[in-house]
């Protein structure tokens, strides 16, 4: 990584700036926490991240100050819930222990479903569902997919297992965005015929699908997660989830991803460099991998990794690998709900386990008074 736009601490610097010793500095480089770079001036000697140590000195601080912990509890990076499903660490993710790139490599989502539900028998996916009749056309991006899929997921089910009940979720967000019925087919195999795409675009479909499945507690998921604990269906609390991915900072930054692209001349550039990753998303990495990009991305990709440093999220992975293939535009946003739901499903039936209501409280802050009128 390129550090010529980065400020840098000796180690005395950042132990002194933290309060703490070197012992404990290497301890938060090696846990992900605070980069470290090799000196340019001499590489025996190792420089440290100035805007992480800041990071840290501020949620030390936040700690400090129960007020201020207590308004901020729900900002990025502050555990408020314990999960079994997902876990990021040391710049890796992992589904239940296992890690989600290497899964990724030969899985379907229906393995990653298995995996992350814990609760599916192995013939949940090769039974039939109801998928209601007649389907529209396939739908695309934020705004039409969610409005297809929340239009399907509303349909009422029938009384069927917990194990049949996530099938047919999964393969009616397949149908929302192919307009057909997948059947048992595998749902990567699924969508390239649904959308006519190269098959060459099979594996990376595939792989994007399981390395979307979940992301610890995404925005999206704790929506799920809120909505389960009211005793919400699964139904409802996928189209939770949905409706949260849609927006401009989560998955809807896909749409932002894509007119960057289209321009890539503007600034700032969207998707690059994920505070969770400091060294780079690895779902990203892997999911292009073996990806034909356009020579324009490839180049757009080069520029900012020289230029600042950034490496690409999913988010930009997901519209290069639509690109790449020619998939209708706003596939990228498709894939992600699709894969996420998944982990939705996870987290949900996690939360409805532990029959707990998530209800946070609120600080009052008085509204200033508005000005005094006039009389006439």
Not at 199 to 228: G, K, N, P, W, Y
Request: one cysteine or more.
């Amino acid at each position: 990584m390129s550090t010529a736009s980065l400020d840098l601490a000796s180690a005395d610097e950042a132990s002194s700036r933290l309060g703490i010793s070197r012992a404990s500095l290497y301890a938060y480089v090696s846990r992900g926490l605070i980069r470290s770079f090799s000196s340019p001036h001499d590489p025996r000697q190792r420089l440290y991240a100035v805007k992480d140590v800041e990071t840290l000195v501020e949620r030390k601080a936040r700690y400090r100050r129960p007020a201020v912990a207590a308004a901020t509890a729900l900002d990025w990076g502050l555990p408020v819930l314990e999960t079994s499903i997902t876990q990021i660490k040391d710049g890796r993710l992992f589904y239940r222990g296992q890690d989600a790139v290497a899964l990724a490599r030969t899985a379907s989502l229906e393995d990653a479903a298995r995996l992350l539900i814990g609760v599916l028998d192995e013939e949940a996916f090769i039974r039939p569902s109801r998928i209601p009749r007649p389907l529209p056309g396939p739908a695309f991006g934020p705004h039409a997919f969610v409005a297809q899929a929340v239009r399907l997921l509303s349909e009422p089910p029938l009384k069927e297992t917990r194990a049949a009940e996530v099938a047919a979720i999964l393969r009616l967000m397949a149908a929302a965005a192919s307009g057909a019925d997948p059947g048992t087919e595998p749902l990567h195999t699924h969508l390239v015929s649904a959308w006519r795409a190269p098959l060459q675009a099979t594996d990376a479909i595939r792989r994007a699908l399981v390395l979307c499945a979940d992301h610890e507690l995404s925005s999206s998921s704790f929506a799920v997660r809120v909505t389960a604990s009211t005793g919400a269906s699964l139904r409802y609390a996928t189209i939770a989830g949905l409706v949260a991915l849609s927006g401009p900072y989560h998955g809807g930054m896909t749409e932002r991803v894509r007119a960057f692209l289209d321009n890539p001349g503007t600034a700032p550039h969207p998707g690059f460099r994920h505070r969770l990753y400091p060294d780079g998303d690895p779902r990203a990495q892997a999911l292009l991998e073996n990806v034909p990009l356009l020579a324009s991305d490839a180049t757009t990709l080069k520029t900012i990794a020289n230029a600042s440093g950034d490496s690409p999220s999913v988010d930009v992975a997901l519209v290069m690998m639509e690109r790449a293939y020619g998939l209708p535009v706003g596939a990228a946003f498709t894939v992600f709900a699709i894969g996420r739901t998944a982990g939705w499903l996870a987290h949900a039936i996690e939360q409805r386990s532990q029959a707990a209501l998530i209800r946070p409280r609120a600080r009052y802050v008085a509204a200033d008074e508005p000005p005094a009128q006039k009389s006439s």
